[in-house]
């Protein structure tokens, strides 16, 4: 076990629960299809997560780090998608909730695996993912123990604290949204997020590393 797991997970602990995109789209698509979708939408973040994991143990990483270009590249394409989300979910609740007007474009079913990968492209198109792995791991690797195995094992228990808090948020999510069964709620819930996926992908276009 590494010296400095204990700090390192309180310190992933705070980085988790910290709200950011990936809650922001959760909780949207959690409000839609319930505890499950919610749940899809968490693993692709994590499967994100272990590409980028695997990624920095090729060095893969490290160019994306590296590269100013392929930074601003892949930052650009993550604000684009959270803005397109964003959009999104704004479009689909404009309707009006009272049961007089006719919803002439429903907001199509999110199934799982569309809920999967909105989670999976969210991560992978967010390269201070990358940063974490590069800067913040190695911080927590102790002189004299084996950087790849400690390193390693640093991953695994960040992705699986990461798998732990998407099932609990997700059984939450699925929780409010049956409290907030009534359209005009449901609506109200899905034009926050909407606008706060937007504004979020916003603030990545403009942040630097």
């Known amino acids: 076990m590494p010296d400095q797991l204990f700090p390192f997970l309180a310190v992933v602990g705070l980085l988790t629960l910290t709200p950011g995109p990936d ?20 693993l ?15 060095g893969l990483a ?22 397109y989300l964003g959009a999104k979910a704004l479009w689909h609740a404009r309707r009006s909730p009272e049961p007089a007007v006719l919803d ?7 199934d799982r695996r569309s809920a999967f990968r909105q989670g999976l492209v969210s991560n992978l198109l967010n390269p201070k993912i990358a940063l974490i792995f590069l800067t913040l791991i190695p911080q927590f690797v102790s002189r004299g123990e084996p950087a790849f195995s400690t390193t390693a094992f640093l991953a695994a228990s960040f992705l699986c604290m990461a798998v732990l808090w998407w099932r609990i948020f997700s059984l939450a999510v699925g929780a409010l949204g049956r409290l907030v069964a009534r ?3 449901r609506l109200s819930i899905e034009r926050l997020t909407g606008a706060v996926l937007i504004g979020l992908g916003v603030r990545v276009a403009f942040t630097h590393r």
Not at 44 to 58: Q, W
Not at 65 to 81: L, N, P
């Open 183 to 185: 359209e005009r709620v």
């Open 62 to 83: 490290a160019v994306l780090a590296a590269s100013a270009t392929a930074f601003t590249v892949v930052k650009i394409a993550g604000a684009a998608y959270l803005v």
């Open 44 to 58: 692709g973040c994590c499967t994100g997560i272990t590409v980028y994991a695997a990624a920095s143990a090729v």
């Open 104 to 110: 002439l474009d429903p907001a199509p079913p999110l």
């Open 23 to 42: 809650m922001a789209l959760v909780l949207r698509n959690g409000v839609r299809g319930g505890a499950r979708v919610a749940w899809w939408t968490g």
